[in-house]
DNA sequence: TCGAGCACGTCTATTACCTCA
DNA sequence: ACTGAGGTAATAGACGTGCTC
């Protein structure tokens, strides 16, 4: 089941959508520091739970805390709540300008987003554990990538030596092998010249 | 000045749930 | 209808930092 909007996707907590609230005003300065919440989304009808509407305002981890033994105490198994497009987008425009939260920009964002603080909050947690999975995947594949190459280069080298060597078992009085670096690719090179 | 205790934020590993092929 | 894989929201615990006493 795909929610198109956040009271949508409440439903799949099982939460109504009945009630609407008004919102606080936002901070008269936090719109030139956050320039993606200037969005506009979902702002005419930002309806909060039931849940919400009824629960005092606390802080992150007595919010967190607060869901937590209200659905322990009333037995609901954990949901899970599917984040509708509108809202993964602006998180992600938020993410592209800070990849971290502040106090404000959190309660902003789940106030615009008719979120929980603590769901902003999670969704930039895992989102940075993406952002570096994927960058430790593209470290992997380079670091594979170069160690091709250089045993590639191994084995040409490991050759290379053999025919030399094989070549100073044949004419060890008029030949000589000297390891050299290349001026221009700074790399080791060996010669071979003629001793008379 | 140093250390203990606390609050808070972040990271990491893991779980639980949802969607889709 | 069932199932396994993959994606991701949520949880738990460890750790670091700053503040207060």
Same mark, same amino acid.
């Given at each position: 089941?795909?929610?198109?909007?956040?009271?949508?996707?409440?439903?799949?907590?099982?939460?109504?959508?009945?009630?609407?609230?008004?919102?606080?005003?936002?901070?008269?300065?936090?719109?030139?520091?956050?320039?993606?919440?200037?969005?506009?989304?979902?702002?005419?009808?930002?309806?909060?739970?039931?849940?919400?509407?009824?629960?005092?305002?606390?802080?992150?981890?007595?919010?967190?805390?607060?869901?937590?033994?209200?659905?322990?105490?009333?037995?609901? +198994? =954990?949901? *899970? #709540?599917?984040? $509708?497009?509108?809202?993964?987008? &602006? /998180?992600?425009?938020?993410?592209?300008?800070? @990849? !971290?939260?502040?106090?404000?920009?959190?309660?902003?964002?789940?106030?615009?987003?008719?979120?929980?603080?603590?769901?902003?909050?999670?969704?930039?947690?895992?989102?940075? +554990? =993406?952002? *570096? #999975?994927?960058? $430790?995947?593209?470290?992997?594949? &380079? /670091?594979?990538?170069?160690?091709?190459?250089? @045993? !590639?280069?191994?084995?040409?080298?490991?050759?290379?030596?053999?025919?030399?060597?094989?070549?100073?078992?044949?004419?060890?009085?008029?030949?000589?092998?000297?390891?050299?670096?290349?001026?221009?690719?700074?790399?080791?090179?060996?010669?071979?010249? &003629? /001793?008379?």
């Amino acid at each position: 089941m795909i929610m198109d909007t956040a009271c949508e996707a409440n439903l799949v907590l099982g939460l109504s959508c009945a009630s609407t609230v008004e919102f606080e005003p936002l901070p008269p300065n936090w719109s030139a520091a956050e320039p993606s919440l200037t969005l506009g989304l979902f702002e005419s009808a930002n309806p909060k739970t039931e849940t919400e509407a009824r629960k005092p305002e606390l802080g992150d981890k007595e919010s967190c805390r607060a869901i937590s033994d209200e659905v322990e105490e009333e037995g609901i +198994a =954990r949901k *899970k #709540l599917r984040l $509708t497009k509108e809202q993964s987008s &602006l /998180l992600e425009d938020s993410f592209r300008e800070h @990849s !971290t939260l502040n106090p404000r920009l959190k309660q902003a964002l789940a106030r615009k987003l008719n979120l929980r603080p603590r769901q902003v909050e999670v969704w930039f947690q895992n989102r940075r +554990a =993406r952002t *570096k #999975l994927k960058q $430790t995947e593209v470290e992997c594949e &380079l /670091l594979r990538r170069c160690c091709e190459t250089l @045993s !590639t280069e191994n084995r040409k080298l490991q050759r290379e030596l053999q025919e030399l060597k094989s070549l100073k078992f044949m004419q060890p009085l008029y030949t000589a092998t000297a390891l050299t670096v290349c001026p221009s690719c700074k790399r080791m090179i060996t010669s071979t010249r &003629l /001793l008379k």
